[in-house]
């Protein structure tokens, strides 16, 4: 048994969840944990001198119990609830391959997951367009005025700034004004890429 742990991450509202569930339903045993899952209560959320919530920092999420589901998923995937059906055109080899896609905005700047990624995405908008989207969207609790500017935006800048520092860090940046349709099409061939390798270093294990 194999697994692959793939990364989506990026800004808010760059269309990181649609892209993942549209991916889980084409690729083979392929489940999804999201970040947004972990987020702590209201009431264990910072608020800084401007009463803002600081929910865009990793102090806002329970980040040890999502490492630690990563890794129970890691360990066990049959028992995780995963589809098991093969979608067509995946070979037979891959049966015994797993595909767990993370979804979230703060992915890459917490070490303990560094080490697990096969591969890492980044999707990214420019800020005119983050704030439309961002505008649209029905969030609890709801965001104050000023919100986006003063903290959502400054603190993507500032955590896509350290991983754009970080020379070691293999990422690629998605253009998330593109189309969900090419955005599928790439990430969704680029896995399959992925488990290509795969099948071949199974294929040479078992020759």
Not at 71 to 83: D, E, L, Q, R
Not at 95 to 108: C, M, P, S
Not at 163 to 186: F, H, P
Request: net charge negative; glycine share 6%; with cysteine.
């Amino acid at each position: 048994m194999k697994v692959l742990v793939i990364g989506l991450g990026g800004v808010t509202n760059g269309g990181k969840t649609t892209l993942a569930e549209k991916l889980k339903n084409m690729l083979p045993n392929c489940d999804i944990i999201s970040q947004d899952d972990f987020f702590k209560p209201e009431s264990e959320v910072e608020t800084d001198e401007r009463g803002f919530k600081l929910y865009d920092v990793l102090d806002a999420l329970y980040m040890d119990e999502m490492v630690t589901s990563i890794h129970n998923w890691m360990k066990s995937p049959a028992s995780s609830g995963v589809v098991t059906e093969e979608p067509q055109k995946t070979c037979d080899n891959l049966k015994n391959v797993y595909i767990l896609i993370v979804e979230g905005f703060l992915l890459y700047n917490y070490e303990p997951l560094n080490k697990l990624w096969n591969r890492r995405y980044f999707l990214t908008l420019p800020y005119e367009e983050c704030k439309r989207r961002r505008s649209t969207r029905v969030y609890q609790p709801a965001d104050t005025p000023g919100y986006f500017d003063g903290h959502v935006w400054p603190m993507y800048l500032k955590y896509k700034n350290e991983l754009e520092e970080n020379a070691s860090m293999q990422v690629d940046y998605l253009d998330g004004t593109k189309s969900q349709e090419e955005l599928l099409s790439y990430v969704y061939s680029d896995i399959i890429k992925e488990l290509n390798k795969l099948r071949e270093e199974n294929h040479q294990v078992t020759a």
